[in-house]
Structures are given as C-alpha cells and as structure tokens.
C-alpha cells in the first residue's frame, strides 16, 4: 500500500467488553505513533458500529455504512463482536470476513515474560498461524435435521452417491477450493521469507478427509514447489542429507523448509517441541482450534492478537470474545486489542511504531503489572484495570 502520513482508520468497538477495551488500545497505539514519529505521523480514527448496538441503531448487525468506511479506509480495528439472535447471520466474524474476501486469519503466538503460562518453557514458543478464513465447515452449507432441505440433501447422497446418512442428520458440506487452499499458502510461504522464518507447516487431517484436507497439503507441496522453489526446500528432501532421518529444525542457510503434520499430532507438539515450528499454515476449523491452543501455552487469549487479511481489506481484531459476565467492571484485559494494534501499524509499515508498542507491552508486563485474568496466579503482581494497563503501556511507549 502507498500509505500517507495521516491515514483513516477504522475503529469498531464490538459488545461486551469491547467499548471498554477499545479506547486503552487507541491511547497506546497513539502513544506509540508520537513516539515513533514525533508529530510526523498520526491516525486518524473514524468510528464505525457492528453488532449488538448497531442492530438496535441501524437494524443491522453489520450495517452497509460500517463496510463502506471499512472499504474506504482499507485498514480497521475491531472488538469483539456478538452475533444478535435472529439477526439472519450466523456470526458476523464470518460475515464481515466472506464479504471482505478476508482469506486469511494470522495470529501471531509468542511468550512475554512475566505472565502465567502452564508450560515450564513457554519463551520456546514462537509461532505464526495462517488459518484459512473463508471456506472449511465455516462456509455455512447446512441444513437444520428434520427440514426439506437436509431430506433433499440426505436422499441425493444415499440414492445417487451411494452414502448411508440417517434421515433424521442434520447435514453439512465442508469445500476446500484450489484458489482457497493456495492463496492462504502462499501468503504463509510470503510470510516466513520476508521475516525470516524458518519453516512453514501445513497442517491437516488428510489421514482421513483425503479430498479436502489431504488436497490441502498437496496443494501447499505444489504452491512450494512451483512459485517458491529457489527459496524453499521440503522436509522429505532433508531426509536424504546430512539432516538425517527426521527434521530437527536445523534449516538450510537462506532456505525455507516447507513440512506438514496430522493435525492431532500437531497439538502435541506445540506442547512437546514447539521450538521445531514457525509458521503454520491450516485449513479454517483446524486453524481456529489451534490458535486459542496455541494461544493457551503463553498465558491466554487476553494477549492474543490477531488480523483478518484480504488482498485489498484489512481488519485487526481482539481475538478473545465479548465476556458479557465482565463489561464494566474495568476487569477486561485490553492487551489483545493493544498486540493487533502492533500488527496494523507493522501492515501500513510503520515498523519502528509497532516495535515501540510491543516493547512497551512487554515492559509492562515483566513488571508483574497484570490485568486481573492474570494477576491473581503471579506471586506479587500488581493488578490494574482496563485503563490503568491501557495507560501503564501508553506511558512505556511515548
């Protein structure tokens, strides 16, 4: 993009705790801004509603005005978002992403000293997850058991496919596309050679879906292959050098090493080795599982960032969800919102921004200045609010 000095962005509060943590975010990634940049460079914020309150003000939960200054802007920064009952859309994530075309959800998974974790090494967790975004069981192709529709389906599939399905299943249809498959791919692939990473995994369950998951893999093979082949080299091509019998993550000087995992092995070693892996690349349901998991070993969901990318759109987001049970109490860690901040500003390129804003979080947090999901498990934190932190890294990153 050809960013300006003073590009808009757009900011959705979201429900919940969402208008609670939007406001902190905003203060330090303008901190960050002014001190990256002096009065050079700046935000200019532009609000836009989306679910519960935009229902009941426009009689949308994702009103035409919101998408048309997301389109406008290019860039937007969400809270999180409550899907009204009756509303006609089954998750408005979903539907902001498929109209969007934002294919790509990355989410970034990586341990700041000082916050609880249950893992005795959470510092060798360093990952970035590519989940494919708008295909999968995702895509909304399903029929309620006992209606017209599922029956048509089910009868279809048992008399002309030679299935076996109940009459009385409720029925869904899983597409994995090609064109789905290989952009998220190759974005990942993009990814790791930009940043310097080390591997890109592709992980599936092509053991048992062969058609979809397991195409998902060989399309990865191929995008490596045919558009990456100078820079990248394949786990099973390691095999018969010097690197022995398995990938140890040793790799190649300037090289890529593209590999793949069953997706249920691949939890495992999140746990097990997860200083062998760098960049994931996974199909929509697998990708949203492994996240929040991901996301658990260096403290939780509270510090998880997050982008929904697209070729033209982007929109970062807090990757937690409303928590209803908390909303102004002050209680809500807006660290999330503050971590995908970062990530925009690293989008519109302002790098030397976005390293002031995480070193200031980090700051903060091996300070023991903790949020209370988190305080209460660290011997002698120091617990602040939603504001108080939302100041604490604004202060760090001025």
Excluded at 37 to 61: C, D, I, N, V
Excluded at 196 to 214: A, P
Excluded at 380 to 394: C, I, K, N, P
Aim: aromatic share 6%; glycine share 10%; net charge negative.
């Amino acid at each position: 993009m050809s960013v300006p000095d003073r590009p808009e962005v757009v900011f959705i509060p979201g429900d919940g705790i969402g208008p609670e943590v939007m406001p902190p975010a905003i203060e330090a990634i303008d901190a960050a801004v002014r001190g990256a940049y002096g009065g050079a460079r700046a935000l200019r914020w532009t609000e836009a509603w989306a679910g519960k309150r935009a229902m009941a003000e426009h009689g949308s939960p994702l009103p035409e005005p919101t998408l048309a200054a997301i389109r406008r802007a290019r860039v937007a920064l969400k809270g999180p978002l409550e899907t009204p009952v009756g509303g006609g859309i089954r998750s408005l994530n979903v539907a902001l992403r498929k109209i969007l075309d934002l294919y790509a959800c990355v989410r970034p998974v990586r341990y700041y000293p000082g916050v609880p974790s249950p893992m005795r090494h959470p510092e060798r967790v360093d990952l970035v997850l590519f989940r494919e975004n708008t295909e999968d069981v995702y895509a909304g192709y399903e029929w309620q058991e006992g209606t017209p529709e599922a029956l048509r389906v089910i009868r279809f599939l048992n008399q002309e496919m030679a299935c076996s399905i109940p009459e009385d299943s409720g029925v869904g249809i899983k597409p994995m596309s090609v064109t789905g498959s290989k952009r998220l791919i190759r974005m990942a692939i993009r990814y790791a050679l930009d940043r310097g990473r080390r591997s890109v995994t592709l992980v599936h369950k092509g053991n048992i879906m062969k058609y979809t998951e397991g195409a998902f893999r060989r399309w990865g093979y191929e995008v490596a292959a045919r558009e990456f082949s100078e820079h990248t080299v394949t786990e099973a091509e390691l095999r018969g050098r010097e690197h022995g019998s398995d990938y140890d993550g040793v790799t190649p000087p300037g090289a890529v090493v593209v590999n793949d995992r069953i997706a249920d092995a691949m939890f495992q070693e999140l746990i097990l080795r997860p200083e062998r892996y760098d960049v994931l690349a996974l199909s929509n349901l697998n990708g949203d599982y492994m996240s929040d998991a991901a996301a658990a070993l260096v403290g939780g969901l509270g510090l998880a960032p997050g982008a929904n990318l697209g070729d033209e759109y982007a929109v970062f987001e807090a990757t937690h969800g409303t928590a209803p049970d908390i909303a102004g109490q002050d209680r809500a860690n807006p660290g999330s919102l503050i971590l995908s901040g970062a990530m925009m500003l690293r989008h519109l390129g302002w790098e030397e921004a976005a390293d002031r804003l995480e070193a200031a979080v980090a700051r903060v947090l091996a300070a023991r200045r903790l949020t209370p999901d988190l305080a209460p498990r660290v011997p002698g934190a120091e617990q602040l609010g939603t504001r108080a932190f939302g100041r604490a890294v604004a202060a760090e990153a001025a």
